[in-house]
């Protein structure tokens, strides 16, 4: 293949509206020619600088912060981008996070003998989400409710005839279709989101339980024990007005053995009682034993901003197509700050240019009917809370949002010939880039290990859940030149030597045209949804779906 090959990009001349599959496949693009390596070649230079030792690595509340902020707003404004902040003129959308350190965690005691206590870190791992100095429970009844999910498309509710008021739940990781494989049950193999522990912790909360524990499993988690209760307790979070206390009193996970001990207290075993919780019939089950556990933190406070700035729409200015990428990084390693800046380059200085490069460009552009709005949000790496704080005050109704996009670790390895969706099957978004992918001789892939649940730990997400459709992919493995074990290596490399460690550096001898070929992609998704009055939905089935259409009237 030429790697010259000019493609045509979509200026913004259309387009009737019609259902999105019909429009993805009746319409001719047309007008200006756009080299697919060539997109925009200021490019590298955001992402070098970006990631340059002086940017320190972009932590939240840092010298760095101040640098990205400074550079990314003097582009913005050069650009001509509004602001999200009009009245101060700046890009900034503050963001207010508690840092919450637990000084003490006690053991999980027990009012049976036979249980005697579960030990912080090695059988069990704990934490308060709530802003509150100390978090005492006292013999709170253990109540086993499997899955812990309630899903209503499913036909499924583990809590069903349930009064959990004052109880601990205990409850297993992922969802039933992880174990039976089956198609018909939730998603099959690939991971919903009711699989994923943030989702069983925020249902135990609605359901009023006071505590609540998901039981550690290597396989059905997708990571080790070290991953849950390694490392530092400390913890942040949004700093919110109701100091979190609408969360359960105790969050934690309880090690598999650990589990195999309670459930042996009433005759059972862990693996009998994931068996049984396959069942849809299943009904929650009391452990007979009651515990008691005391947590004590401390917390400081900090702001960092997202940064906005966005191209009004034309003839629609509420109704939006947005952007998003996180800029923010791990910053410098207290320890041994000399070579330890976590420069981020691919992570994700990567997708903050990609963003950049894409305003610039449509800033270059006639006026879209629609508003384009760009989003480089905070503190992704301490919980995806920049994206939280804005899917919370989102600067126009998310009923207005047609669709979004994510950018996160983009392909520096070259040009593919295959784009990789994290979340596969999930939405109509996907329609647009089978569309573009196809004028570019590209195949689409579904992310390798959907049981892992990767479409839930970038920043999308926290738009998904809120019902906007949105789209997390890039460019993946098949090099177009090299072959796809080419590609394999490139990325494994990636994953083993420099993901989240000083190693993510820029390299000058990266091959950006995979990126170039990727933000001709986005761009010419987000162009057509731009200048057209389509709403994309989720596909039926999908968990996000009824939430979209609970905001439909906001559509018509
Ligand atoms: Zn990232």
């Keep these: 293949?030429?790697?010259?090959?000019?493609?045509?990009?979509?200026?913004?001349?259309?387009?009737?509206?019609?259902?999105?599959?019909?429009?993805?496949?009746?319409?001719?693009?047309?007008?200006?020619?756009?080299?697919?390596?060539?997109?925009?070649?200021?490019?590298?230079?955001?992402?070098?600088?970006?990631?340059?030792?002086?940017?320190?690595?972009?932590?939240?509340?840092?010298?760095?912060?101040?640098?990205?902020?400074?550079?990314?707003?003097?582009?913005?404004?050069?650009?001509?981008?509004?602001?999200?902040?009009?009245?101060?003129?700046?890009?900034?959308?503050?963001?207010?996070?508690?840092?919450?350190?637990?000084?003490?965690?006690?053991?999980?005691?027990?009012?049976?003998?036979?249980?005697?206590?579960?030990?912080?870190?090695?059988?069990?791992?704990?934490?308060?989400?709530?802003?509150?100095?100390?978090?005492?429970?006292?013999?709170?009844?253990?109540?086993?409710?499997?899955?812990?999910?309630?899903?209503?498309?499913?036909?499924?509710?583990?809590?069903?005839?349930?009064?959990?008021?004052?109880?601990?739940?205990?409850?297993?990781?992922?969802?039933?279709?992880?174990?039976?494989?089956?198609?018909?049950?939730?998603?099959?193999?690939?991971?919903?989101?009711?699989?994923?522990?943030?989702?069983?912790?925020?249902?135990?909360?609605?359901?009023?339980?006071?505590?609540?524990?998901?039981?550690?499993?290597?396989?059905?988690?997708?990571?080790?024990?070290?991953?849950?209760?390694?490392?530092?307790?400390?913890?942040?979070?949004?700093?919110?007005?109701?100091?979190?206390?609408?969360?359960?009193?105790?969050?934690?996970?309880?090690?598999?053995?650990?589990?195999?001990?309670?459930?042996?207290?009433?005759?059972?075993?862990?693996?009998?009682?994931?068996?049984?919780?396959?069942?849809?019939d299943f009904k929650p089950v009391s452990l007979n034993t009651h515990m008691s556990i005391t947590i004590n933190s401390k917390f400081d406070y900090l702001n960092s901003p997202n940064l906005i700035g966005y191209i009004e729409g034309k003839s629609k200015p509420e109704e939006h197509v947005i952007y998003m990428a996180h800029w923010d990084h791990l910053g410098v390693d207290p320890i041994n700050p000399d070579d330890g800046i976590f420069n981020g380059a691919q992570d994700n200085a990567s997708g903050t240019a990609g963003v950049m490069a894409l305003a610039e460009f449509f800033a270059s552009q006639p006026q879209p009917e629609r508003t384009i709005v760009f989003i480089l949000v905070t503190a992704e790496e301490r919980g995806l809370l920049g994206s939280d704080w804005y899917a919370e005050h989102p600067m126009l109704p998310l009923g207005k949002a047609v669709g979004g996009i994510n950018m996160d670790v983009l392909n520096v390895y070259g040009p593919m010939r295959d784009v990789v969706v994290v979340g596969y099957g999930n939405s109509e978004m996907e329609d647009y880039l089978v569309k573009y992918a196809t004028l570019q001789d590209r195949y689409i892939t579904a992310e390798p290990n959907p049981e892992v649940g990767s479409f839930y730990r970038s920043d999308h997400f926290n738009l998904a859940k809120r019902g906007v459709p949105m789209l997390y992919a890039k460019g993946g493995n098949d090099h177009v030149e090299f072959g796809l074990e080419y590609g394999e290596k490139m990325r494994a490399e990636y994953v083993r030597n420099a993901y989240h460690q000083p190693a993510d550096e820029f390299d000058p001898d990266w091959d950006f045209r995979g990126i170039q070929q990727d933000l001709w992609l986005f761009y010419s998704i987000g162009n057509e949804l731009a200048n057209s009055d389509v709403w994309p939905n989720w596909r039926a089935g999908n968990e996000f779906r009824a939430i979209r259409d609970q905001s439909a009237s906001e559509r018509q």
């Design 1 to 280: 293949m030429n790697k010259y090959l000019p493609y045509l990009a979509l200026t913004g001349l259309l387009v009737a509206a019609c259902s999105p599959n019909e429009s993805v496949l009746d319409e001719q693009p047309s007008a200006i020619m756009v080299d697919q390596y060539q997109f925009n070649e200021n490019y590298a230079s955001y992402l070098e600088t970006l990631s340059s030792d002086e940017f320190e690595g972009r932590a939240p509340a840092s010298e760095g912060e101040r640098k990205t902020v400074e550079f990314v707003e003097s582009k913005f404004r050069e650009w001509g981008l509004q602001p999200y902040d009009a009245e101060n003129n700046n890009y900034q959308q503050q963001v207010p996070l508690v840092r919450i350190l637990p000084t003490q965690v006690s053991s999980m005691q027990f009012d049976s003998d036979d249980l005697g206590e579960f030990a912080y870190r090695s059988q069990m791992y704990a934490w308060s989400p709530r802003v509150q100095e100390s978090v005492s429970l006292e013999d709170s009844e253990l109540v086993f409710v499997g899955f812990g999910i309630v899903a209503p498309e499913y036909g499924w509710n583990d809590y069903e005839g349930l009064d959990v008021e004052g109880k601990t739940v205990v409850m297993l990781v992922n969802d039933p279709g992880y174990d039976t494989r089956d198609s018909e049950v939730f998603n099959g193999y690939a991971m919903t989101y009711y699989g994923r522990w943030t989702y069983k912790l925020e249902e135990a909360a609605r359901q009023g339980a006071a505590a609540a524990f998901i039981i550690h499993d290597t396989g059905p988690a997708g990571y080790g024990w070290s991953v849950v209760a390694g490392g530092s307790p400390m913890r942040f979070d949004l700093a919110r007005e109701n100091k979190n206390m609408d969360r359960v009193q105790v969050e934690g996970w309880l090690t598999k053995d650990s589990a195999d001990k309670l459930f042996a207290s009433i005759g059972s075993s862990y693996d009998e009682m994931r068996q049984a919780a396959l069942a849809p």
